[in-house]
């Protein structure tokens, strides 16, 4: 079973930068693809960002290319965002998946969800 764990959403305002962290328990197998996802009220969730975790290969949204950077740490199985030039329309619930692939900015089959981290970017 794997545990994934969100940290560092908040409040901030336009252009300012946020890093958000998830923490992987549990048989995370360096196989799995990770990456960002975020839902806003009343929208699809949207994929944000993908890492294939071996290659170090990475794929970003068009919306988020160029602000958003991912990254991973092998060793303490943490995944990063570290998002700047934050604008309002990034104000949305981000969460943290693993799975079986990437498909462009969004991680295909999904086997693991993390609970979510508010960020909200006021104008």
């Known amino acids: 079973q794997v545990e994934l764990v969100e940290s560092g959403g908040g409040s901030v305002q336009s252009g300012g930068s946020l890093r958000l962290s998830c923490a992987a328990s549990g048989s995370i197998y360096s196989n799995y693809r990770m990456g960002w996802f975020r839902q806003a009220p009343g929208k699809e969730r949207e994929g944000v960002s993908c890492i294939n975790r071996s290659t170090g290969s990475t794929y970003y949204a068009d919306s988020v290319k160029g602000r958003f950077t991912i990254s991973r740490d092998s060793a303490t199985n943490t995944l990063y965002l570290q998002m700047n030039g934050l604008k309002p329309e990034d104000t949305a619930m981000y969460f943290c998946?693993?799975?079986?692939?990437?498909?462009?900015?969004?991680?295909?089959?999904?086997?693991?969800w993390g609970q979510g981290t508010q960020v909200t970017v006021s104008s």
């Open positions: 998946a693993a799975g079986g692939g990437c498909s462009g900015s969004r991680v295909r089959g999904v086997y693991y």
